[in-house]
């Protein structure tokens, strides 16, 4: 039996860039030949333990979240333990796991967001823990106030080709019409306003693909409602975001603030044209080579859309392959794991193709 890896989030299986990210890890480590659990409070994951979830009632009961962990080699904490945004499981996660195996994944820290910046003793912290971060931002603001981390960039997987009629045939998207997608949640820091804009001033129908979450569903209505433009919700059963991808003419991603940003990544690797906000971990990505137009001045993007340049898709294209595959995850966590002196755990895994039975998700 190979080591096992726990994952644990307050949810998973959804469309936001924690469970997104999670399962990435989840594959990576399966590339390294580990087993994985992911646990969860909501969503979809091998173990449901309410207590985690956001809007729990109360914190998850230790002998429940032992269960759940039980026989874990190593644990992951994505962001339960990052945003006190349900601080009474978090303690009561933190406690459990003391002097174990633990690497904390933060994607967002407190002072990083306005109603937690008074916040202190956040992120919790122990001797036999490795903190990550999804950026240099974060590492950095980590170390500032005392405690050393690692970033650890995500990768993807080389997506499938999409179905660009079909998709745009069931959302009525006519022949020849231009159509502008926008693949995350609506809550304030997506800025559904500036992507709205940027489809009016292109000609272009608008896709906002993800749900209305953090009290944002009236005023998204409202925004929508006054759009000028055609509006299209959700993804629609039956497709797929590779579906979503295929069908657009170029994306829109005019976020204020992301720890990271799946979505610059997942265009690039669909070579389709992106319009991106100025958000602060934007310019790490640049950094690696990858070209966006700005949300601020739609002209660009208009141009290019009126005459595209392959050379700048395949360009994106290559960028990502290069720097956020899911081989690069996976050598990323295990020089994470040799240098945390966790290297035992991959000596024991189970080579992938070696036939030796490893346990995966339950129902797997």
Request: with cysteine; glycine share 10%.
């Amino acid at each position: 039996m190979s080591p096992l890896v726990a994952i644990v989030s307050f949810r998973l299986g959804a469309a936001d860039g924690v469970s997104v990210v999670a399962g990435h890890w989840a594959a990576a480590f399966g590339r390294l030949g580990l087993a994985v659990r992911t646990v969860a409070g909501a969503g979809v994951a091998d173990r449901l333990v309410p207590g985690l979830a956001l809007d729990a009632a109360g914190p998850p009961r230790p002998d429940e979240l032992a269960a759940a962990l039980d026989g874990a080699d190593l644990v992951v904490v994505a962001n339960v333990c990052s945003l006190p945004l349900n601080p009474a499981a978090a303690r009561v996660l933190a406690a459990r796991l003391a002097r174990c195996p633990v690497i904390l994944h933060h994607h967002d820290l407190p002072w990083q967001r306005t109603r937690f910046a008074g916040v202190e003793g956040w992120p919790p912290d122990d001797p036999a823990w490795v903190h990550v971060t999804i950026n240099e931002l974060s590492r950095k603001e980590l170390a500032d106030r005392g405690t050393a981390a690692t970033t650890v960039y995500s990768g993807f997987a080389d997506p499938p080709p999409g179905r660009r009629e079909l998709a745009r045939g069931v959302l009525g998207v006519p022949p020849g019409r231009r159509l502008l997608l926008q693949p995350t949640r609506a809550i304030a820091r997506k800025n559904v306003p500036a992507g709205i804009a940027v489809a009016a001033a292109v000609d272009a129908d608008y896709w906002l693909t993800g749900p209305a979450e953090e009290g944002y569903g009236p005023a998204l209505e409202r925004l929508l409602a006054t759009a000028g433009v055609p509006v299209h919700r959700r993804v629609p059963a039956g497709l797929t975001m590779e579906d979503a991808y295929a069908a657009s003419d170029a994306v829109v991603f005019p976020s204020t603030w992301e720890g990271f940003g799946a979505p610059v990544i997942e265009a690039s690797l669909h070579r389709r044209a992106l319009a991106v906000g100025d958000y602060p971990a934007a310019a790490e990505l640049a950094g690696f080579g990858l070209r966006w137009f700005p949300v601020d001045d739609p002209g660009p993007l208009r141009a290019f859309l009126a005459d595209p340049d392959q050379a700048l898709l395949d360009h994106n294209r290559a960028v990502a392959l290069r720097h956020f595959s899911l081989d690069t995850l996976a050598r990323q966590l295990a020089d994470l794991l040799r240098a945390a002196g966790w290297g035992a755990l991959l000596e024991e895994a189970a080579p992938p193709g070696s036939g030796r039975r490893r346990p995966g998700p339950e129902g797997a």
